[in-house]
């Protein structure tokens, strides 16, 4: 067996994440060696920050994805790039920003089509007339 097969990753995950413990203490915790902590860890290297940073993460997240909206928004109008990009590619996002814009106005994003309520109400309006006459004539 590996050196870090005694490593809960789920544990470890937690306690660095929730915790907020070093690899040298998550070591003590697991009586293991602080690089068997790390090599067990090592896939989860890109996602995993330091822990404070993870709260300032929480606490800023909505201003911190409005950033990253605004600047791939900014990529997204390059010339250069709407250019190189298939048309699929520019009608997915032109799909994505227009959902994005409804949902921003408080608006649904479900493909409701005016036309088929309006005909639909029309005719529920027409049976409904037509219950009241039948009505009135008793």
Request: glycine share 6%.
């Amino acid at each position: 067996m590996g050196t870090n097969s005694k490593i809960d990753i789920n544990k470890a995950l937690e306690l660095r994440m929730k915790k907020g413990l070093s690899y040298n203490e998550i070591a003590q915790f697991f009586h293991c060696s602080k690089q068997a902590v790390e090599q067990a860890l090592k896939r989860f290297s890109a996602l995993l920050l330091k822990p404070g940073e993870v709260a300032a993460y929480r606490e800023k997240k909505g201003e911190i994805l409005e950033s990253v909206e605004a600047r791939l928004l900014h990529e997204l109008v390059d010339k250069g790039r709407v250019e190189k990009a298939s048309l699929n590619n520019v009608a997915y996002t032109l799909g994505v920003v227009g959902n994005m814009t409804r949902l921003e106005k408080g608006q649904s994003t479900s493909n409701v089509a005016y036309k088929d309520l309006t005909s639909s109400l029309d005719e529920l309006n027409q049976e409904r007339k037509q219950l009241q006459e039948a009505l009135n004539e008793y």
